[in-house]
């Protein structure tokens, strides 16, 4: 398998995926203060990116998981890379929803599957990773078995390590937030004084506030 850490993580800032603003903190939806906000759907947006992500991708999966029968996206953040990545691997792609749909036939899983078949599971962003641990347990009661999950990126929070542990599902990332602040201080993009700020977030998001 590659070294995909360094070259996505750059990638990333060079499209502005990934912003930076430890003195001018972000507000996420759960009401967190955050120095970072990723949004890797901009990565759809630039050709030689999206291709980068979906060739890592399938790479890694060859890799880890030779056995997958079934490529499932987590909506709505991974459906795209999902199905590129199973394209170019010649396999079927299902996607989860984040609940069961109130109209129609209530589906959570689209699209054709049969119980026992092997599948990995692309998320796009992996924060707490109750989201992203949803659709596996999805998949599961359904009759499927999860090989494990890859992802762009992960902010490395010990409540989704712990999570994903506890869960016994295997999680694989083409970036995190380590190798992410070590590529913005090697390119100018923050400076030294900013990097203690940062790992100071990651240790504690919910109780962190800007100084």
Known sequence: ???????????????????????????????WKSPIYCDNRKTLSYPEVRSYIRNSFTEMIKDIYPQADIIAGVATGAIAHGALVAD???????????????????????????KGQKIVVIE???????????????????????????????????????????????LNTLSNYSVLIESAVSTGYIGEEEVETLKKWRLDPAGWEVK
């Open 88 to 114: 170019k691997l010649g396999l079927p792609f299902i996607y989860v929803r984040s609940g069961a749909k109130e109209h129609g036939l209530g589906n959570q899983i689209e699209g054709y599957y049969e």
């Open 124 to 170: 796009d962003l992996i924060s707490t990773g109750g989201s992203s641990l949803s659709a596996v347990n999805a998949l599961r009661e359904s009759g499927c078995e999860v090989l494990g999950m890859v992802a762009i990126f992960t902010y490395e929070f010990k409540k989704a390590s712990d999570s994903f542990a506890s869960e016994k599902c295997k």
């Open 1 to 31: 398998m590659g070294n995909f850490e360094k070259k996505t993580a750059e990638y990333l800032l060079q499209i502005k995926a990934i912003k930076l603003q430890p003195s001018n903190p972000f507000t996420w939806a759960s009401g």
